[in-house]
Structure formats: C-alpha cells, structure tokens
C-alpha cells in the first residue's frame, strides 16, 4: 500500500497563476483533508472532505478550492496563486472523521 | 487563544534519558489527542492516539492525559538520536470531530 500519495513533490508559479495539488490514498478512508504548515505556525487546515460528496471549510480556505472526486482522490486548487500562498502543503486520510490521520509526503509551493 | 499550545524548545535531552513533551489545549470539551513526530523536510507521522484519562503505553512512549487540567503529555523512555525531531500535539474539537488543531511543535534535540 502507498498510503497517501501527493503531486507535484515541488512547485513554483508566478503571482496569478493557477495550479491543482492532486492527493490520493489506497487505504479505503472515508474522510481526507488538506493543510498548510508554515514556520512557526504549525499545521492549519484549509478544507476538509468527511465522506464521498463532502466538502467543508477549514481554518484557513480563502484563496483555495476543493473537489473530492472519488472516495481515493481529493485536490486543492489555487485560482490565482498569491506570495502569502507559499508553504508546504500536506494532504491527509483518516477512516472517518475523529480518527487518527495519516499524511502523504508533501507539496512545497513557492509563490513569486 | 490558541486551541492548543506546546513550548517551541528545543529541549535537549542525553541519550537514554527520558523525554518529557507538554501539551495544553483550550475546549474543555476536546474528545480526542495525538501526538505526531515530524523530521525535518518530512510529513507528521502518528506516534499515538489517546482518548481517555489516565496513561497508554506503546514501547518506549507513553501519552498521558488530564482533561481536568486539559493537559496531555508525551514520555519517551531511553530516547535515542534518532528521536530528534519536532514533535506535534493535535486535539479535536467538541462537537466537530472533523477539525484536528495542531500545536506549532516542540523540537527534540537527544545527545549522544
């Protein structure tokens, strides 16, 4: 099993542009989700997805959108990337909402 | 406030000594907690999960959790070099399982 698997590994996009963190898991979970980590604030969640058709604002959504395409893929989209949108970004799984969730290995966005 | 503080560190410990890592959180109805450790340039990687009072054991880590004090704690026994990281505290919230709040991380330095 992969587990949760991210593309792209590393991205860079110039202010305006607009790109898809695509996230995918094998482990058959219900709910998946989407954060951001930057220095010294930890992980913040942007969007979550609890089930199949779900979709729900986390912490910190602005700027991004989401889609749950199956019950295995989830994506992140920036419409029109800004410098502040420069972090790591990390999606994750868990069986369903309240359990323990597994990480994939990241994106690294760099916005110029 | 945030929901959930951790000392930034660094805390420096010898080898074979034991590691003491606090976490405090503010909803006093918080149901759930995890502690994840995360190496440098790498994803959060669950350590363990702790739902009721009292103390869980898993090898050389024990979680400890006080919701009167609203305070959970990590020990790592005979630590190695190897458990050099950050290691991250999450609760969720009362009545919204969906939302993990993450503490910015206390960073682990266990000498040789």
């Known amino acids: 099993n992969a587990g949760v698997t991210q593309t792209p590994k590393f991205q860079v996009l110039k202010t305006g542009q607009s790109m898809t963190l695509q996230c995918a898991q094998d482990?058959?979970?219900?709910?998946m989700y989407w954060y951001r980590q930057d220095p010294g604030m930890g992980l913040r969640l942007i969007y979550y997805?609890?089930?199949?058709?779900?979709?729900d604002k986390g912490e910190v959504p602005n700027g991004y959108n989401v889609s749950r395409l199956n019950k295995r893929e989830f994506s992140l989209r920036l419409e029109s990337a800004a410098p502040s949108q420069t972090s790591v970004y990390f999606c994750?799984?868990?069986?369903?909402?309240?359990?323990?969730?597994?990480f994939g290995p990241g994106t690294r966005l760099t916005v110029t | 406030q945030k929901e959930v503080e951790q000392n930034s560190g660094p805390l420096s410990v010898p080898e074979g000594a034991i590691a003491s890592l606090n976490c405090t959180y503010s909803?006093?109805?918080?149901?759930?907690f995890f502690w994840y450790r995360q190496y440098s340039g790498k994803s959060p990687e669950l350590i363990m999960f702790i739902y009721s009072n009292g103390d869980k054991e898993d090898g050389r880590f024990t979680a400890q959790l006080n919701k009167a004090s609203q305070y959970v704690s990590l020990l790592i026994r005979d630590s190695q070099p190897s458990d050099s990281a950050t290691y991250l505290c999450?609760?969720?919230?009362?009545?919204?399982?969906?939302?993990?709040?993450f503490g910015s991380g206390t960073k682990l330095n266990v000498k040789p």
């Open positions: 994750a799984s868990s069986k369903d909402r309240g359990y323990e969730q597994y």
């Open positions: 909803d006093r109805g918080s149901q759930s």
């Open positions: 999450a609760v969720t919230t009362d009545g919204d399982f969906n939302k993990f709040y």
């Open positions: 997805s609890a089930s199949e058709g779900t979709t």
């Open positions: 482990m058959n979970h219900n709910s």
